[in-house]
Nanobody, 126 residues
Framework: QVQLSDSGGGLVQAGGSLRLSCAASGRSFSSYVMGWFRQAPGKEREFVAAISRNGGRTYFGDSVKGRFSISRDNARNTVNLQMNSLKSEDTAVYYC???????????????????WGQGTQVTVSS
């Protein structure tokens, strides 16, 4: 089992950057695929990015490709989402998520993840 605490959200102007962090407690962090999702008011939860257990594979949602990056530090049990060139449509609550996996894959469906952070608000002003 793992507990997730995400942070780093805030208010930023369009074109700016933010770095979200997710800290995991518990053992065997390197056994978990990590993902970031977001949810805007009135919309479904949307896949943003995922990173495999060893960090060797990453995958991004179409709307953030080329602007966001994801990284993890298995020694520190953390995963980060670097968000650049932010747009007003990036405004949402962002959640980190963890999926236990025996494989070094990435997963994009929210239903595939086992554990979730509490969410952190990102607001981009235009």
């Amino acid at each position: 089992q793992v507990q997730l605490s995400d942070s780093g959200g805030g208010l930023v102007q369009a074109g700016g950057s933010l770095r979200l962090s997710c800290a995991a407690s518990g053992r065997s962090f390197s056994s978990y695929v990590m993902g970031w999702f977001r949810q805007a008011p009135g919309k479904e939860r949307e896949f943003v990015a995922a990173i495999s257990r060893n960090g060797g594979r990453t995958y991004f949602g179409d709307s953030v490709k080329g602007r966001f990056s994801i990284s993890r530090d298995n020694a520190r049990n953390t995963v980060n989402l670097q968000m650049n060139s932010l747009k007003s449509e990036d405004t949402a609550v962002y959640y980190c998520a963890a999926k236990y996996s025996s494989f070094n894959y990435v997963y994009t469906g929210p239903h595939e993840y086992d554990y979730w952070g509490q969410g952190t608000q990102v607001t981009v002003s235009s």
